[in-house]
């Protein structure tokens, strides 16, 4: 385990030196909260909690899909990468690393929509419903993560670039996450319960409100994290057997 959290210090070193990648992590999500959740579900404790958990997760999906997306191809295209898959240590030491640091910067994200919505919203919630909260947000994130590293492990950095945004707004819009629980349109009331973005959302919603979670949803929400996970094996997989065949 001190191995892989050397391997997680390196990466979080490595990304630090480039403030602005830490930055534009968190930006995007903030600048949701301040343009579309603080002016029009501000003062409302309910619709602003609600809206603040959905916009937590849409943080832990960009995060997700981008750190592990888009650092996993650029690693590939590096000389030290399959280098490093020769340490002794083995690959699984490298691969805990990067997921140590991934779920560091992700948490780094949420942040500022957290304190956007303490300050500057009617927002609210015990510390009991914060801590389930942070249940919800590392188990929501796992699809997204399985994601992340499929794309990364298939694609060179431009593609993976591409599908990752390609990817990104239809689940954040189909989900359900730019509008408040039962306020979306009808056909995306429809397909909602389909997205793993809906049973992550539906999670937060319950740890923080009085939001009753929908049975399709958590299939579903764990159908499409199995289906990843299963994708991100394969995906690693080939492409060790594409460097060392």
Avoid: N
């Amino acid at each position: 385990m001190s191995l892989a959290l050397t391997h997680a210090r390196f990466r979080i070193l490595e990304t630090a030196r480039i403030p602005v990648a830490v930055v534009g992590g968190a930006f995007f999500p903030a600048a949701s909260m301040l343009f579309f959740v603080v002016p029009f579900a501000g003062d409302d404790p309910v619709g602003a909690t609600y809206a603040t958990a959905s916009m937590v997760m849409f943080a832990v999906m960009t995060s997700s899909l981008f750190t592990y997306g888009v650092g996993v191809a650029e690693d590939r295209a590096q000389p030290w990468d399959p280098y490093s898959r020769t340490l002794p240590a083995g690959p699984a030491v490298a691969f805990t690393g990067r997921v140590l640091s991934g779920l560091t910067f992700m948490f780094l994200s949420l942040i500022p929509v957290v304190v956007i919505g303490a300050t500057l919203t009617a927002a609210t919630a015990s510390p009991v419903r914060l801590l389930l909260a942070l249940g919800a947000v590392v188990l929501g994130a796992l699809p997204f993560t399985f994601m992340g590293l499929a794309i990364g492990y298939c694609l060179p950095t431009k593609a993976a670039l591409a599908v990752a945004q390609i990817i990104f707004f239809p689940l954040a819009f189909g989900g359900g996450l730019l509008s408040a629980p039962g306020d979306a349109p009808g056909f995306v009331e429809t397909i909602a319960p389909f997205l793993p973005t809906r049973g992550a959302a539906e999670l937060l919603w319950a740890a923080v409100g009085d939001f009753t979670v929908s049975a399709t949803s958590m299939v579903t929400l764990a159908a499409w994290t199995v289906a990843a996970a299963g994708l991100a094996a394969w995906a690693h997989r080939r492409d060790e057997g594409a460097r060392f065949s």
